[in-house]
């Protein structure tokens, strides 16, 4: 008997550390609105949408499919970046510093130092224009790392290419801890960065 609907819809999986965790860097408080509420927006959001793609189809009602795909492309886009994202941190001590290894490897070839993608990145989160990412992705065609922005959580998204490290810098991200202060929360995120996770999703 194949699963119902309700059965298969989008879940949220538990964040991999405590809410307090990322403290002083992202406080209890910032992780828990950002984790409880607006990760969970986006998931209960496409979900809403398949119910209703499903009620309308059973009734052969008439739908507006433009306006679906877009608002169904926001929400999937919310929900699948922010399950990316939260893995890839670590609590300050345990992650953090610069990467080893294969990731290093893959940094170093494309971007000569550490240095010098870190300063790249950090120019690509500052700059994001109101609300989006910054990520550095996986290039199977070129077997390289490139930096890319993404602009809101569907816009500039490279079909082909795998996301290892991402930054979100809407702000819901940061503003209970940072205010209007971008930067602080973006130079402070480092000390965050679970290397050993943005390595295993290198193919
Ligand atoms: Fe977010």
Redesign the pocket.
């Known amino acids: 008997m194949p699963l119902t609907l309700g059965e298969r819809l989008y879940s949220q999986p538990p964040l991999p550390y405590d809410y307090g965790a990322l403290a002083p860097v992202i406080s209890e408080e910032q992780l828990k609105t950002?984790y409880d509420k607006?990760?969970a927006a986006y998931v209960k959001g496409a979900n809403d949408i398949l119910l209703k793609l499903d009620k309308a189809r059973r009734e052969d009602a008439e739908i507006d499919m433009k306006a679906i795909c877009k608002e169904f492309n926001f929400n999937y886009g919310?929900l699948t970046?922010?399950q990316l994202?939260w893995p890839i941190m670590a609590p300050p001590g345990t992650g953090g510093g610069k990467p080893g290894g294969k990731i290093a490897d893959y940094i170093e070839k494309d971007f000569g130092t550490f240095e010098r993608f870190k300063k790249e990145f950090i120019q690509v989160a500052m700059s994001c224009e109101g609300s989006g990412w910054a990520s550095l992705n996986y290039c199977g065609a070129t077997d390289g790392v490139q930096i890319n922005q993404v602009e809101k959580h569907n816009v500039n998204v490279p079909a082909q290419q795998k996301f290892l490290l991402l930054l979100?810098v809407?702000e819901?991200?940061y503003y209970i801890d940072y205010k209007n202060e971008r930067a602080k929360f973006v130079n402070g995120w480092w000390d965050l960065v679970n290397w050993d996770e943005v390595e295993r999703r290198l193919p």
């Open positions: 950002h607006h990760h919310g970046l922010h994202f979100d809407w819901h991200a």
